[in-house]
């Protein structure tokens, strides 16, 4: 049932580009686990090993507090429809503020959204895949525009103020370092 490779393949990119949702594990030492579903068209596959995906601004901001202490992620998708299975890519990541030298040529990669606050550069020592057959099937209906249309009526100005009240620190007080590294929201 379940497989490990060293790398992806076409089949596994193919099958990536087709979810429109995944999800985001980091940790600690002493953390708590984070797990985070993403969505908004926000991941590339950038290699065999390397994937990106662009994180807006959400309630927390876990995920670079963990990366920034311990940088192990695992990104999970799984087939909603079609054929099952669930796709794991295990690896190191790192954190990209506005303010870093490779965010202009790395956001450009997307599609600008309202609230862009941190890209995160995940280099994949594992994929594995397993069988999904206890993933149920959904019907996929249309994107959520909520997050994006809050980001846009909080404006530039209004993102930074709110990160730096809600995004400073993770639940066990970890450093997101948002704001020393990031310029204006794009």
Same mark, same amino acid.
């Given at each position: ?65 963990? /990366? #920034? *202490?311990?940088?192990? $992620?695992?990104?999970? &998708?799984?087939?909603?429809? +079609?054929?099952?299975?669930? %796709? ?38 594992? /994929? #594995? *895949?397993?069988?999904? $057959?206890?993933?149920? &099937?959904?019907?996929?209906? +249309?994107?959520?525009?909520? %997050? ?39």
């Amino acid at each position: 049932m379940g497989q490990q490779f060293n790398a992806l393949s076409d089949k596994h990119i193919n099958f990536i580009a087709a979810q429109k949702v995944f999800f985001v594990g980091t940790a600690t030492e002493n953390s708590k686990v984070n797990i985070s579903p993403k969505g908004m068209d926000s991941i590339r596959i950038l290699g065999s090993n390397r994937a990106i995906w662009l994180n807006v601004t959400g309630s927390g901001n876990e995920t670079a507090a963990h /990366v #920034q *202490t311990c940088p192990r $992620m695992t990104i999970m &998708f799984m087939a909603f429809e +079609g054929n099952p299975m669930i %796709l794991r890519l295990y690896g190191t990541a790192r954190v990209i503020h506005q303010g870093d030298p490779e965010w202009p040529e790395l956001y450009s990669l997307f599609k600008p959204l309202p609230g862009a606050r941190q890209i995160f550069d995940l280099s994949i020592e594992l /994929v #594995q *895949t397993s069988c999904g $057959m206890a993933v149920p &099937f959904y019907d996929y209906v +249309g994107d959520r525009e909520l %997050l994006s249309d809050w980001a846009s009526k909080q404006g530039d100005e209004g993102i930074k103020n709110y990160w730096e009240k809600k995004n400073q620190v993770s639940l066990d007080g970890e450093a997101t370092h948002i704001l020393l590294k990031s310029s204006a929201p794009q």
